[in-house]
């Protein structure tokens, strides 16, 4: 069987170049915490959750920071009891690079995004962004559910694919079945 232009780049991806990514992320490091990207790196993966090269579609990279996701443990003022830091972020990186990219831009969408990098210090996404209000959205047959009003501010209200993910809800889902299935065999 014939194989296209996107298994091979998703193939790369799978065992990158080591000298080449990290000479990227040094130059990334030195941009700002959110750089317009005129084409996607990862084609194939930004192809695969709904980019377009069209008008009114953008893609950002953006820089996260590691680490900082322990409360962090209070120095004075406290009882014994009230000292203890169990708390922890339950987001992961991805939904806050797509939470902060929303609050960066405010007129476009956050679709979906990506991770393109990552060293010791940082965090590399790629955020797909659609901007609902232009006509080529809305003609566009599979885009133009973006452009109604229950959309809005997705990733800020956990709507994402990264977001449903952290929130433990796509596993649930997935567990049900196993026992639906389990039942309907027991039958």
Do not use: C
Not at 15 to 26: A, S, V
Not at 56 to 81: A, C, D, L, Q, T
Not at 104 to 115: D, I, T
Request: charged share 40%; glycine share 6%.
């Amino acid at each position: 069987m014939t194989k296209g232009m996107y298994h091979y780049i998703q193939k790369a991806w799978k065992k990158p170049d080591e000298e080449t990514l990290r000479k990227r992320m040094t130059e990334w490091r030195k941009t700002g915490v959110f750089t317009r990207v005129e084409k996607p790196l990862r084609l194939d993966r930004a192809r695969a959750l709904g980019y377009q090269d069209k008008k009114g579609i953008v893609v950002i990279r953006v820089r996260i920071g590691r680490g900082g996701h322990k409360r962090s443990r209070p120095n004075k003022g406290r009882r014994s009891k009230r000292m203890h830091t169990r708390k922890t972020l339950k987001m992961n990186y991805k939904w806050i690079a797509e939470q902060r990219t929303q609050k960066k831009y405010k007129n476009l969408e956050v679709l979906n995004s990506y991770q393109i990098g990552k060293d010791g210090m940082n965090y590399f996404y790629e955020v797909i962004l659609v901007d609902s209000n232009r006509p080529e959205i809305k003609s566009d047959k599979k885009m133009n559910w973006l452009a109604k009003g229950k959309n809005k501010k997705r990733a800020l209200r956990g709507l994402t694919s990264s977001a449903i993910k952290s929130r433990g809800l796509r596993r649930h889902s997935r567990r049900k079945k196993k026992i639906n299935i389990r039942r309907s065999m027991s039958k």
